[in-house]
């Protein structure tokens, strides 16, 4: 990928706040919105995370609060089919966390999809360049089996012009970040060799997905060691308390009403939603 198009910025803070605000009302609207790039052709990645922190101060400005991160595209085959070369990140907010077991309305979400992820939650803050996984290890209060609930406030396909959405739509969208759910057994992170956490993804009974955690560059403790390095230039840590989900090691599955997802991580637990 061209530096270039990843370091500068094209837009002004005008157009960033205007997608911004377009992303913002589609979700208000239930309507999704063509993609961003079709409009800034020559939207960079600086771009895109100005678009996507707009979004959120206009939520935090509403009441919401940070409670930590995603991490996505962390894995090699996702990167590659998004022309990207390393993951991207989005931001959770307190009304995106859905309890285990939860029933919650499809149609409140843009074309809804499921990830099957490990949450890493914190206990000390992490900060900088030169975090490694054993910072993450000893920072972790417990790892603990999860779903991330994706949306897409821009449209995937458009339509009338038949253009796909680019990472950099995705990225502006808080990374098509919806809701998380967390359930299961919570772990220490050294209990077990997280690489080879697996999950089952049933879908009204039937097995969608499966996957290990290996998936998630090699090891989901290195998604915790990307975005450390991704925040450090911009005087951004890792805070105590916060969730940060690691990086999806299945593909997303679609969902609708009248829909159940479970993940059975085996010794971990499970996590189940349920769509009316």
Known sequence: MDNKKVLSSMLNKEQIKAAADRLYEAEVNRKQIPALTLEHPDMTMADAYAVQKA??????????????????????AMQMS?????????VLLDDMLFEDGATIKASDFLDPRI??????????????????????????????????????????????????????DTISDNAANAGIVMGGRPIKPMDIDLRWAGCMLYLNGQIEETGLAGGVLGNPLKGITWVCKRFA??????????????????????????????????????VTLHFA
């Open 55 to 76: 979004w959120v101060d206009r939520k935090i400005e509403e009441g919401r609060k940070v409670i930590g991160y995603k991490i996505g595209l962390t894995s090699r």
């Open 115 to 168: 990830e099957v992820e490990l949450a890493f939650i914190l206990n000390k803050p992490l900060f900088g360049e030169n975090v490694t996984i054993f910072d993450v290890i000893d920072a972790t209060d417990y790892v603990i089996p999860s779903l991330e609930l994706i949306a897409a406030r821009c449209l995937r396909t458009d339509p009338e012009t038949g253009y796909t959405r680019k990472v950099y």
């Open 82 to 90: 998004s022309n990207i070369d390393e993951p991207d990140y989005g």
């Open 233 to 270: 230039p911009h005087g951004i840590g890792l805070e105590p308390g916060q969730v940060i989900l690691s990086g999806s090691f299945t593909r997303p599955v679609p969902v609708k009403a009248g829909d159940t997802v479970h993940a059975d991580f085996g010794s971990l637990g499970g």
